[in-house]
């Protein structure tokens, strides 16, 4: 059995209030960093500990503090980004559901140690459930002296306050976020300037994830090397994996990082294998924005060697035969499931979702929806599939923010490693309207790396 | 394109407005505007949408251009700019749960209340949309339904029935 850092107390009858999560130790974190440490010091055992952010960019979270200007005389803020709505990831909303007091323990301390007074957590408006678990923890811990003016009677103080979104998968994008918290339209702004130089209300600003600021308790509570000392190489600690689509256990799980990808699906420990007796076909290992891998990619690396759920072993072999971390939003297709239809489904989300701020997302996402559509209902053209990839091409990089890239990987990634089923529908167009393709070839070993230049 | 319904003018309860002064306490002096997201779900939690007399009522209150609200109101999705029925379901579509039958559900859904999307059932009671990731995609198919949005999970056509039952008898 795995250590648990997060979800080690998710079972205990009324975890979710501030008495029992204070009698599970909770809040030492709290008491520790305020009473015998200086921010700095927060700051380097944060460093220390390898953290790497767990929204989806994995970038590491003590440098992005660092980062963070320190003007004289004017505020500073730590924006907690609570709008989850990558499609497969979940984790946010379990721990917020379950557990608050661990990310407004965790608020507190990354707080301090940013010198913010004023924080704010942004949970996505359809979490409404949630902000008002996340209101409640905020006024127990106001009560019992964790917020709110002289904290414990060091001299700190912190007001956090939940704010809710208005329903926009784009507020996910931290300067977007920031714009939807000023009372705007949330289009992403032109970095630089960061927000640790301008965010919120031109203030300096750090964005984090809600699980990256829950691990900063551990990390605190046990130091940044004891953390640092779990996982493999530069993916330190554990990660909270949202595993959904065909799997007998589908949830929120907290693995290790450097678990085998095939422990996790097969092992009754997690996911418990492919739902009804079926076999796999597909993966998405980090949410939908990241590319999808066949079978036989997604648990063995192109030499042979077995994939491991960790930063750099879901990246190993780039875009040709690899895939990425992202949010740790794992979705699993079963041999039934048609790789053509998925990719048009998550092509109609970015096209929903695009902030139309930047032509060729706002243009190129339709695009892409409109040719995905004709090729799942059967009136698709073979040159169709390289007009997917001439769009995504031309949407790539060319954006302000990464939404458009988020937006082309998967359709690029779906030709590059599903292309007959592409071809087949167009050859069949008929009879790819009632059956599907099946599980192909996708499982079988792979001889020796396909090396193409192509997207 | 935001299509300004034709209404009569609105006024906002006592408790509406108090609750506008509680939100405006979490941001600095001269950041009012922050208050816009949660001043316009508390108007649409009481109000059922946000009418154009509404949004106007909102722009006065914060001091801001009436555009300022509307360019708001309609780039967000949760937002309603036109009435709804009194209980909006709000169906996930996107990858996970489409791929666990999210399609079938939205169907079912059609075919037992007789409305198609963004339409509302004769008796005002129902409307129903198809909404992008919710993230709750373990326990797909799922639906939310406001304003405090509710979430039921792991639907099944049988579910679904209960529900609109339960939901009749309220």
Same mark, same amino acid.
């Given at each position: 059995?795995?250590?648990?850092?997060?979800?080690?107390?998710?079972?205990?009858?009324?975890?979710?209030?501030?008495?029992?999560?204070?009698?599970?130790?909770?809040?030492?974190?709290?008491?520790?960093?305020?009473?015998?440490?200086?921010?700095?010091?927060?700051?380097?055992?944060?460093?220390?500990?390898?953290?790497?952010?767990?929204?989806?960019?994995?970038? *590491?979270?003590?440098?992005?503090?660092?980062?963070?200007?320190?003007?004289?005389?004017?505020?500073?803020?730590?924006?907690?980004?609570?709008?989850?709505?990558?499609?497969?990831?979940?984790?946010?909303?379990?721990?917020?559901?379950?557990?608050?007091?661990?990310?407004?323990?965790?608020?507190? !301390?990354?707080?301090?140690?940013?010198?913010?007074?004023?924080?704010?957590?942004?949970?996505?408006?359809?979490?409404?459930?949630?902000?008002?678990?996340?209101?409640?923890?905020?006024?127990?811990?106001?009560?019992?002296?964790?917020?709110?003016?002289?904290?414990?009677?060091?001299?700190?103080?912190?007001?956090?306050?939940?704010?809710?979104?208005?329903?926009?998968?784009?507020?996910?994008?931290?300067?977007?976020?920031?714009?939807?918290?000023?009372?705007?339209?949330?289009?992403?702004?032109?970095?630089?300037?960061?927000?640790?130089?301008?965010?919120?209300?031109?203030?300096?600003?750090?964005?984090?994830?809600?699980?990256?600021?829950? =691990?900063?308790?551990?990390?605190?509570?046990?130091?940044?090397?004891?953390?640092?000392?779990?996982?493999?190489?530069?993916?330190?600690?554990?990660?909270?994996?949202?595993?959904?689509?065909?799997?007998?256990?589908?949830?929120?799980?907290?693995?290790?990082?450097?678990?085998?990808?095939?422990?996790?699906?097969?092992?009754?420990?997690?996911?418990?294998?492919?739902?009804?007796?079926?076999?796999?076909?597909?993966? !998405? =290992?980090?949410?939908?924005?990241v590319p999808?891998l066949?079978?036989?990619l997604?648990?063995?690396l192109a030499n042979?060697?077995?994939r491991?759920?960790?930063y750099e072993s879901l990246s190993e072999g780039g875009f040709i035969t690899g895939t990425m971390m992202?949010?740790?939003?794992?979705?699993?297709?079963?041999?039934?499931?048609?790789? !053509?239809?998925?990719?048009?489904?998550?092509?109609?989300?970015?096209?929903?979702?695009?902030?139309?701020?930047?032509?060729?997302?706002?243009?190129?996402?339709?695009?892409?929806?409109?040719?995905?559509?004709?090729?799942?209902?059967?009136?698709?053209?073979?040159?169709?599939?390289?007009?997917?990839?001439?769009?995504?091409?031309?949407?790539?990089?060319?954006?302000?923010? *990464?939404?458009?890239? =988020?937006?082309?990987w998967?359709?690029a990634a =779906?030709?590059r490693h599903?292309?007959?089923?592409?071809?087949?529908?167009?050859?069949?167009?008929?009879?790819?309207?009632?059956?599907?393709?099946?599980?192909?070839?996708?499982?079988?070993?792979?001889?020796?790396a396909e090396v193409t230049t192509d997207n | 394109?935001?299509?300004?319904?034709?209404?009569?003018?609105?006024?906002?309860?006592?408790?509406?407005?108090?609750?506008?002064?509680?939100?405006?306490?979490?941001?600095?002096?001269?950041?009012?505007?922050?208050?816009?997201?949660?001043?316009?779900?508390?108007?649409?939690?009481?109000?059922?949408?946000?009418?154009?007399?509404?949004?106007?009522?909102?722009?006065?209150?914060?001091?801001?251009?009436?555009?300022?609200?509307?360019?708001?109101?309609?780039?967000?999705?949760?937002?309603?700019?036109?009435?709804?029925?009194?209980?909006?379901?709000?169906?996930?579509?996107?990858?996970?749960?489409?791929?666990?039958?999210?399609?079938?559900?939205?169907?079912?859904?059609?075919?037992?209340?007789?409305?198609?999307?963004?339409?509302?059932?004769?008796?005002?009671?129902?409307?129903?949309? %198809?909404?992008?990731?919710?993230?709750?995609?373990?326990?797909?198919?799922?639906?939310?339904? %406001?304003? $405090?949005?509710?979430?039921?999970?792991?639907?099944?056509? $049988?579910?679904?029935?209960?529900?609109?039952?339960?939901?009749?008898?309220?």
């Amino acid at each position: 059995m795995a250590r648990k850092l997060l979800l080690e107390h998710i079972n205990v009858p009324g975890i979710n209030t501030f008495d029992v999560y204070r009698q599970k130790g909770g809040y030492r974190s709290v008491e520790k960093a305020l009473k015998t440490m200086t921010p700095e010091e927060v700051v380097e055992e944060v460093k220390t500990s390898g953290l790497r952010g767990r929204g989806g960019a994995g970038f *590491p979270t003590g440098m992005k503090w660092s980062f963070l200007a320190k003007p004289e005389g004017v505020p500073r803020y730590l924006v907690c980004n609570a709008d989850e709505s990558e499609p497969g990831t979940f984790k946010d909303r379990y721990l917020m559901t379950y557990i608050p007091h661990a990310l407004i323990e965790g608020m507190i !301390v990354s707080s301090f140690a940013l010198g913010a007074k004023t924080s704010y957590i942004y949970v996505r408006g359809e979490m409404m459930p949630q902000i008002r678990i996340l209101e409640r923890a905020i006024a127990e811990a106001k009560n019992a002296g964790y917020l709110g003016k002289n904290i414990l009677g060091t001299g700190y103080d912190l007001e956090l306050y939940v704010q809710p979104g208005g329903g926009a998968y784009i507020c996910g994008e931290e300067t977007a976020l920031l714009e939807s918290l000023e009372g705007k339209r949330g289009n992403p702004r032109i970095k630089p300037p960061f927000p640790a130089i301008a965010g919120l209300y031109g203030c300096p600003t750090v964005v984090n994830n809600v699980e990256s600021i829950a =691990a900063v308790v551990p990390i605190i509570n046990d130091g940044g090397a004891e953390y640092a000392k779990i996982g493999i190489g530069r993916s330190t600690g554990t990660k909270l994996i949202s595993a959904s689509g065909n799997l007998v256990k589908p949830g929120v799980y907290e693995i290790d990082l450097g678990l085998p990808v095939e422990e996790f699906i097969y092992s009754d420990e997690y996911c418990g294998g492919i739902a009804n007796g079926k076999r796999l076909k597909a993966t !998405v =290992a980090g949410g939908s924005s990241v590319p999808v891998l066949p079978a036989n990619l997604t648990l063995k690396l192109a030499n042979g060697e077995p994939r491991l759920m960790s930063y750099e072993s879901l990246s190993e072999g780039g875009f040709i035969t690899g895939t990425m971390m992202g949010s740790g939003g794992f979705i699993v297709y079963d041999e039934d499931q048609c790789m !053509v239809k998925n990719t048009w489904n998550f092509a109609r989300f970015y096209h929903h979702e695009s902030c139309g701020q930047c032509s060729p997302c706002r243009e190129g996402t339709g695009w892409l929806e409109k040719i995905l559509h004709r090729l799942e209902h059967g009136h698709g053209k073979m040159s169709d599939i390289d007009l997917l990839v001439d769009v995504v091409k031309k949407i790539d990089g060319n954006t302000i923010c *990464p939404f458009g890239d =988020a937006a082309g990987w998967p359709v690029a990634a =779906a030709i590059r490693h599903f292309r007959d089923e592409f071809e087949w529908h167009v050859r069949e167009p008929l009879k790819s309207q009632e059956t599907n393709y099946g599980l192909a070839k996708y499982a079988e070993p792979i001889a020796k790396a396909e090396v193409t230049t192509d997207n | 394109m935001l299509k300004v319904e034709e209404t009569q003018p609105v006024e906002f309860s006592a408790t509406l407005i108090a609750k506008f002064g509680e939100i405006l306490t979490r941001f600095p002096e001269g950041k009012e505007k922050s208050g816009l997201l949660p001043i316009l779900h508390e108007v649409q939690a009481e109000q059922g949408w946000l009418s154009a007399h509404a949004m106007d009522k909102v722009a006065a209150y914060l001091k801001i251009e009436p555009i300022e609200v509307y360019e708001v109101a309609s780039f967000y999705t949760m937002y309603f700019l036109k009435p709804q029925g009194k209980y909006v379901l709000e169906v996930c579509r996107t990858g996970p749960c489409g791929i666990v039958g999210a399609d079938k559900i939205m169907d079912h859904i059609e075919s037992k209340l007789g409305v198609k999307e963004n339409e509302i059932t004769a008796d005002g009671l129902f409307s129903w949309r %198809g909404v992008e990731c919710l993230a709750a995609c373990g326990y797909g198919p799922v639906l939310q339904i %406001g304003p $405090e949005y509710t979430f039921y999970e792991n639907l099944t056509a $049988e579910k679904v029935d209960t529900l609109l039952e339960e939901l009749r008898k309220k």
